[in-house]
């Protein structure tokens, strides 16, 4: 089933009709209405980037059915006044920026493939066209895409995707952002929430990385079903004046919790930005008394195989069995008690993929994932580029 995970969640794109396009041979972006118009107080961007195995002509079509949840939605009459845009880039297809409305899909905006849908240069100029084009006081996104959290082997570096599993945030063809790229882009946008419709961004890791872009970051430390977000269920509380993901995230977890099977998989959290420069000190704390796990840890897993995705409690938890007196414990109790300020909200089903060769068994779930390192050198496994982060400059770099 693994054909059938959102490995990476961030974009998908219409397919675009010949006689509107005429294929990729204009040099700029085409605009369709643009006059901006708006009474929203608050519009929001899905950046959907779904030129990959989970576009409609790869054979699984899984962005119109998520679009088909976001026009339920808007049909009944969910968004008020506020409204909905997506980029669409859908597989083997030119993208374009739709709005979703209760009368039916709008396009506002064609693009060519001059620029890969994972580079920085779309993403900003996406993101400007949304504000200009939809002028609201507030905004908030949703990234979706397939996803690897924090792996830095996207677009810069120009590293080619690996046997279709290593990949950073997003796939276009063959192409990735690193999460050191994504926080630049959305610095300075002032989305109030990130919610992550992928896999594996509930890292903290990632969620260090953009701590001062937005307040709040909604994600999963596992795979996801590549059915991702049920929109029809979560949008009411996106889309309010005041956006709730909480509430989007206890909707999503209840819908995926309900199935029987492997179809009951999902894992979920909401971070609160505004402590993980405390939860950085507090286990950077921690670190610097240089706690070693035993050679018979066995870290609570996110993905069956090829593992870097981990439970940040029950790691600490491994170090912690190494007995180094009152201060050792304290610290190790400080970094506990901050992770739980930063989670405000973190579920998870008692299995991944029941059933499957995938299984995983889920018995300690904190909100937040950690790559494991057993020595300094793990720093440098398998060209991923672990040392551009700043989780490692600022933290775990102390272990040693």
């Keep these: 089933m693994q054909g059938s995970i959102r490995h990476l969640l961030l974009f998908p794109a219409i397919i675009l009709a010949g006689s509107l396009l005429g294929g990729c041979g204009y040099d700029e972006p085409q605009p369709v209405h643009p006059e901006p118009q708006s009474d929203a107080v608050r519009s929001v961007l899905v950046y959907m980037v779904a030129n990959n195995s ?12 998520d679009l088909k949840e976001m026009d339920a939605a808007a049909k009944a009459g969910a968004f008020g006044a506020n409204r909905l845009i997506v980029y669409h880039h859908a597989y083997h297809s030119d993208p ?26 779309r993403m900003e100029q996406v993101i400007s066209d949304f504000k200009s084009l939809v002028p609201a006081e507030r905004h908030g996104i949703v990234l979706w895409s397939h996803a690897s959290g924090w792996l830095e082997n996207g677009i810069e570096e120009d590293v080619a995707e690996a046997n279709g599993k290593l990949r950073a945030f997003g796939v ?75 509430g989007a995230a206890a909707q999503t977890f209840a819908y995926y919790d309900g ?49 870097r995705y981990f439970d940040l409690s029950h790691y600490l938890g491994g170090l912690a069995q190494a007995d180094m007196g009152g201060g050792f414990m304290t610290a190790y109790a400080n970094a506990l008690s901050a992770i739980d300020k930063a989670v405000v909200f973190e579920r998870a089903t008692p299995y991944l993929w029941y059933g499957l060769p995938e299984q995983v068994d889920i018995n300690n ?15 440098d496994a398998g060209r991923l580029n672990y040392r551009n982060l700043d989780w490692w400059k600022h933290v775990a770099s102390r272990l040693w």
């Design 54 to 65: 989970l576009g409609g002509s790869s054979g699984n079509g899984y962005d119109e059915s």
């Design 96 to 121: 374009k920026l739709i709005e979703i409305t209760a009368a039916g899909r709008q396009e506002l905006k064609f693009y060519d493939t001059s620029e890969s849908s994972v580079s920085a240069a």
């Design 172 to 246: 276009d063809g063959a192409r990735q952002m690193n999460v050191t790229t994504l926080a630049r882009v959305l610095d300075g946008e002032g989305f109030d929430f990130v919610y992550f419709d992928c896999c594996h961004m509930a890292g903290v890791e990632v969620a260090y990385q953009l701590r001062y872009v937005t307040p709040f970051i909604v994600g999963s430390a596992s795979e996801l079903p590549a059915q991702g977000m049920p929109y029809d269920k979560t949008l009411p509380y996106l889309m309010a004046d005041e956006a709730d993901p909480v």
């Design 259 to 307: 199935l029987t099977g492997w179809g009951r998989t999902c894992t979920i959290s909401v971070i609160d930005t505004s402590e993980l420069d405390a939860l950085a000190d507090a286990v950077g704390e921690f670190y610097s008394l240089h706690p070693q796990l035993s050679a018979d840890y066995r870290g609570q897993k996110f993905i069956a195989s090829r593992c």
């Design 365 to 379: 779930h904190c909100g937040l994932s950690t790559y494991i390192m057993k020595s300094e050198q793990d720093a």
